[in-house]
C-alpha cells in the first residue's frame, strides 16, 4: 500500500497514473477535496491533514509501506502573510508523517524546494548549504528537518518550477499562454532564475525511489537554467502566441511580496547517476503539453 498525501496537488495527479501503472500497490489518497478518481486499486480518504486523529486514523487504517507527502503551501506570498498555515501543513503536517511512517514501518518520502537556498549561486547539489530568505522556504527546510530527524527510513526530494498538463490551478506555462492568447499583458521578472522541471519527470523519481526503497537527499530538476521571462519567451514562441503581451521587469520593480531567490535551482547529477533519470529539456516538456492540451480525451465535451 502506498499512501499519498496531498492526493490533490497537481504533482499527485501526475504521480498516481504512475503509481498505477508502474506498480501492482494499492493507492491510498489523502485529500481534503473529493476526487473524482474511481480505480479498483485507489481508495481515497477526504480529511483535513491539520487534524491529527483524523490522519493517525487514515494511516494506520492503511498500514502503507511508502507514504508520499506531496501536501504544501505553495502560494510564497501567501506563506509570507499567512505563517500560521505555512507552519501547519509545511512542518507539523511532516513532522506527524514522520512519527506515524515510524510507527507503522513505512518509508516516508517528502518533497521540498529549491527555495530552501538563497539564490547567490544557484543552481546547487545536495551539498550545497541551505539559507531560505522567505517564509515559504524557511517552512519547507523546517519540513525537511523535522522528516529527517522524525524517522531514518526517509527521502527528501527537492524540485523547481513545476509545470505539466493543462489543469484546474494554472502553472506558469498555462498562466503565459492563457494571458498572451486573450491578449492580457503580463509582467514577468528577467532576474530569477531556475529550472522548468515537468511534473511527470518528478512523478518518475518519486517512483524509483520508492522501488528502490532509497533514502537521503535528491535534486530533482529539468536541464535547462532561465530566467523566467525567457521562459515566458519561449512558451509564447512555442505555443504562437502573441509575445507582445510579455514585458520584462526586474524583481526590484515588479515588488513581490515575499523575497525570491535570484539564481536558484538544483543540480540533478545524483537523480541522474543513481536513479538513472532522463530529465525533459523544457522544449521536450512544452511538446508534452501541447500533446496533452490536443489530446483528443481533452476535446471531447
Ligand atoms: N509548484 C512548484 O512550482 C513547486 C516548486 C518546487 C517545489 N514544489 C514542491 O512540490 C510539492 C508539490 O507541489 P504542487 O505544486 O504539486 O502543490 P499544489 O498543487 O499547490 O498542491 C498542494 C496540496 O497541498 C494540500 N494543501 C494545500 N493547502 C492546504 C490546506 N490549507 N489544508 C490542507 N491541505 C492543503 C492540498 O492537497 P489536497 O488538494 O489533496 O487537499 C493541495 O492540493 C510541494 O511540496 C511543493 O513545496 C513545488
Known amino acids: 500500500m502506498i499512501t499519498i498525501i496531498g492526493a490533490g496537488s497537481r504533482l499527485a495527479s501526475a504521480l498516481l497514473p504512475v503509481l498505477l501503472e508502474e506498480t501492482d500497490a494499492q493507492i491510498h489518497c489523502v485529500t481534503s477535496r473529493k476526487m473524482a478518481i474511481q480505480h479498483p486499486r485507489v481508495t481515497v480518504d477526504v480529511l483535513d491533514v491539520t487534524d491529527k486523529t483524523a490522519l493517525k486514523e487514515s494511516v494506520m487504517r492503511a498500514m502503507p509501506s511508502t507514504i508520499i507527502n506531496c501536501a504544501a503551501i505553495t502560494n510564497v506570498d501567501a506563506c509570507e502573510t499567512d505563517r500560521q498555515l505555512a507552519w501547519a501543513i509545511n512542518v507539523t503536517l511532516v ?10 514501518d513505512a518509508h516516508l518520502v517528502h518533497v521540498s524546494t529549491d527555495y530552501v537556498f538563497d539564490g547567490t549561486k544557484g543552481p546547487y547539489t545536495e551539498q550545497a548549504v541551505p539559507n531560505p530568505i522567505n517564509y515559504y522556504g524557511k517552512s519547507k527546510l523546517a519540513g525537511e528537518n523535522v522528516c529527517t530527524s522524525g524517522t531514518s527510513h526517509s527521502s527528501i526530494v527537492r524540485t523547481c518550477l513545476i509545470y505539466g498538463p493543462p489543469s484546474d490551478r494554472p502553472d506558469f506555462v498555462q498562466w503565459v499562454i492563457n494571458a498572451c492568447s486573450s491578449k492580457k499583458p503580463i509582467r ?63 524583481s526590484a520593480e515588479l515588488q513581490q511580496p515575499a523575497r525570491r531567490p535570484h539564481r536558484s535551482g538544483l543540480v540533478s547529477l545524483k537523480a541522474e547517476t543513481d536513479l538513472l533519470l532522463d530529465m525533459r529539456d523544457f522544449t521536450r516538456g512544452l511538446s508534452t503539453v501541447r500533446h496533452a492540451m490536443f489530446s483528443p480525451d481533452r476535446m471531447i465535451p
Open 188 to 250: 514577468v521578472v528577467n532576474d530569477q532564475f531556475a529550472q522548468p522541471t515537468y511534473v511527470e519527470d518528478i512523478a518518475e523519481a518519486l517512483l524509483r525511489i520508492t522501488l528502490r526503497k532509497r533514502t537521503g537527499l535528491y535534486h530533482v530538476a529539468g536541464p535547462d537554467f532561465m530566467s523566467r521571462y525567457d521562459m515566458a519567451v519561449r512558451i509564447a514562441e512555442f505555443f504562437k502566441v502573441d509575445l507582445s503581451m510579455i514585458q520584462p521587469v526586474t
Open 95 to 104: 513532522e506527524n508523517l514522520a512519527r506515524l511512517a515510524r510507527i507503522v
